[in-house]
């Protein structure tokens, strides 16, 4: 191709074409086109949206703005041609006019708009789902949830442990006792409204200064009321407690070998400890204490066997029978032999599961009288008895140890027909294997009562009837 242009009309390309025939002329109802371009003709001028424009102005194709001749556009107006001919685009002007139609602006999003919005929802989701996954491996790592069973009902069937020990417990107390060169650690329970607590005598024995702490942790100062080394019991009494919680006395009689029994007590100091097992055995004779060596600190107690765990601390504490009912006072313990040879100081302390108490019949009536007089009495046969006797049964002395008879003159045994020598073999037809049972056997019951002996004497056996007396305690 050659460096001119082609003129030929035929030849030139679409978009050069000139339209054919004359400009579109206006509708005969369609006033004019205004000659002032920037609307100021008062009438065509809206007093609220400003200056209206002429539609054909903007819907017209063939229209374009008329631009001054002298400026170089090109344009030519014919003056003969009204004012309703719209001047026509002349590509071979020396400058066309810029006059473009864009079309109409395409509705919606465009394409990089909704991929930026693609990209955008992406990383939101991307960042909100890495800190889900992170708080959840935190929260799974530092707090692992196990199945667990709901919570059941709080209440207990009154005859269970638990039962037993919620009922009683608010009526059990704590002692620490100072005094005497050293300081210990006992338990009592209480007996009336008064403020009376029940004890072992062995807990309090010397002591100057009596705390008892309650199960609410309450502390309060007591003062001793009376005690009895033979029966190693005794009574303290606290001011100005309101609200005590009595425990209720049951019947000792009422034991059988198998009932099942709760302990309670503070074991080294441990208040409120509550263990449980069964009686295994009743009437078992057991003596305890004789550190003075002249036997007034000796106990002779008829005892309530158990295998419930009963440590040191759980002295006077109560023995509890299904019904919470106080039916022994915990008393001692026996500890297992270190060396094999029995000696006391070689024993084990603790508990190997036999564990004795005071029945609540005996402990009932030396309270009473420990609260009335401040001292208990003894029941008695008014005999002295050969302690060195290796023999079966308990055997009346000759002498006493002020040299007098070993039978006191017009006492119980006198009268009932015992004399020295003779060896006491039965009390109520349970047989007695040594001065120690003999002694336990009388005391558990009460002055005045009546027993049956049945004496060895002379090679032949009898049967005495005798009415005990009565002595002062310790």
Do not use: C
Not at 308 to 317: E, T
Not at 352 to 361: D, E, R, S, T, Y
Not at 447 to 467: A, F, I, Q
């Amino acid at each position: 191709m050659s460096d001119s242009q082609q003129t030929d009309a035929s030849r030139a390309p679409q978009w050069w074409s000139r339209p054919d025939g004359p400009a579109k002329a206006r509708p005969a109802e369609v006033p004019p086109q205004r000659s002032d371009p920037q609307g100021s003709d008062p009438q065509r001028s809206d007093p609220e949206h400003g200056p209206l424009s002429d539609p054909y102005t903007a819907s017209d194709p063939y229209a374009a703005t008329v631009v001054d001749a002298e400026a170089g556009t090109g344009v030519e107006v014919d003056p003969d041609a009204g004012p309703e001919v719209a001047p026509r685009y002349d590509p071979w002007a020396a400058r066309p006019l810029h006059v473009v139609d864009r079309g109409r602006e395409p509705r919606g999003f465009r394409m990089w708009r909704v991929v930026a919005l693609a990209v955008g929802v992406a990383l939101l989701a991307g960042g909100v789902g890495g800190f889900l996954g992170v708080l959840a491996e935190r929260r799974s790592s530092t707090r692992l949830e196990l199945p667990q069973a709901a919570v059941d009902s709080k209440g207990r069937a009154p005859d269970s442990v638990a039962g037993i020990a919620a009922s009683a417990l608010p009526g059990v107390v704590t002692l620490h006792v100072s005094g005497g060169g050293g300081s210990g650690t006992g338990t009592g329970f209480v007996l009336d409204p008064q403020g009376h607590i029940l004890t072992n005598n062995h807990v309090v024995a010397d002591a100057k200064d009596i705390t008892v702490t309650f199960s609410t942790g309450e502390s309060v100062p007591a003062t001793l009321v009376g005690r009895d080394g033979g029966y190693d019991l005794a009574v303290v009494k606290v001011e100005g407690v309101r609200g005590l919680r009595p425990l209720t006395l049951g019947n000792s009689e009422n034991v059988k070998v198998g009932d099942p029994v709760v302990a309670i007590g503070a074991p080294f100091d441990l208040s409120n400890t509550v263990t449980a097992g069964i009686i295994s055995a009743t009437g078992r004779p057991i003596t305890a204490g004789g550190d003075k060596g002249d036997g007034s600190d000796i106990s002779y107690v008829d005892a309530l066997q158990t295998d419930a765990p009963i440590n040191p601390g759980n002295s006077g504490g109560p023995l509890l029978d299904a019904r919470a009912h106080v039916v022994g006072i915990n008393s001692a313990i026996r500890g297992a032999d270190k060396s094999g040879d029995g000696d006391e100081e070689d024993r084990q302390s603790g508990s190997i599961g036999l564990g004795f108490a005071i029945p609540v019949n005996q402990g009932k009536r030396v309270a009473e009288e420990l609260i009335g007089t401040g001292h208990a009495t003894h029941p008695v046969i008014g005999v002295t008895l050969d302690m060195q006797y290796k023999g079966d049964g308990a055997r009346v002395g000759t002498k006493a140890a002020d040299g007098k008879p070993a039978v006191v003159a017009d006492g119980p045994g006198a009268r009932a027909g015992i004399k020295a020598g003779d060896v006491i073999t039965k009390v109520d037809g349970q047989r007695v294997h040594g001065g120690d049972e003999l002694i336990i056997k009388i005391r558990a019951h009460r002055p005045g009562d009546s027993l049956n002996l049945t004496v060895l004497r002379d090679g032949g056996e009898r049967t005495l009837d005798v009415v005990l007396g009565s002595a002062d305690g310790s």
